[in-house]
């Protein structure tokens, strides 16, 4: 099956530094990356649709000076957590479809524990 | 219009018995509703979905009841397992794949 791998798993920073997560279709090409953001005992919550070759699409309340995303090939797109504060402490988590629209299934990635101290 | 209610946001279920799960939705655009299951420190992994153009779908233990004029879905898991025990979350899109995710029920299965 489909597989997305997420790197790294788990990452410590300090305040002000930034932290670039990767994310990678190890078996397929993926267009269309999603970034989401889950804090404990919560629900994901969409941060931004990353395309291949373009600027990626943030949502509302995202701050895409702050959040950085890069997709620069099929496989792989980078979420860059610029400057990053202790409120950035979060599960961040990719996914990606193989195909674009019509309700392909979307495949996770096992998520990124980031810690700022 | 754009959220997905998921109720009860916690679940303890005896081993053998049925697990429930309900979501429901405003927005009459959604035309997927995929279920998906994430344990601890894990990404979800999609469990089953379903379409409005049918009322339910099984796949193995796992069944979603579909009542579109209710706009309302769930998710049962028949014959629930301790190894069942998750966080389990709905969710819909718009013939994309952005989805919107429900708040998530933590499922414990007790032996």
């Known amino acids: 099956g489909a597989v997305v791998s997420q790197h790294p798993s788990r990452v410590i920073c300090k305040s002000g530094t930034s932290v670039k997560i990767e994310c990678r279709s190890l078996?397929?090409?993926?267009?269309?990356m999603f970034w989401y953001r889950q804090f404990p005992k919560q629900s994901l919550m969409l941060m931004a649709t990353s395309n291949e070759g373009s600027k990626a699409t943030y949502e509302q309340g995202v701050e895409k000076d702050k959040f950085l995303i890069n997709h620069a090939s099929l496989t792989l797109s980078t979420l860059t957590v610029t400057s990053a504060h202790p409120e950035d402490s979060s599960f961040y988590i990719c996914s990606a479809s193989a195909a674009v629209g019509n309700n392909s299934p979307l495949h996770f990635g096992n998520g990124t524990r980031l810690t700022v101290t | 219009q754009q959220q997905v209610k998921q109720s009860p946001q916690s679940l303890i279920v005896q081993k053998g018995g049925i697990s429930i799960i309900n979501c429901a939705y405003e927005n009459t655009a959604f035309d997927y509703f995929p279920w998906y299951q994430q344990f601890p420190g894990k990404g979800p992994a999609l469990l089953i979905a379903i379409r409005p153009d049918v009322s339910e779908k099984k796949e193995g233990r796992f069944t979603i009841s579909f009542n579109k004029s209710a706009k309302q879905f769930s998710l049962h898991i028949m014959d629930s397992q301790p190894g069942d025990s998750a966080t389990y979350f709905c969710?819909?899109?718009?013939?994309?794949?952005?989805?919107?995710f429900g708040t998530g029920t933590r499922l414990q299965v007790f032996p």
């Open positions: 078996d397929f090409q993926a267009t269309t």
């Open positions: 969710a819909a899109s718009m013939n994309t794949d952005k989805l919107i």
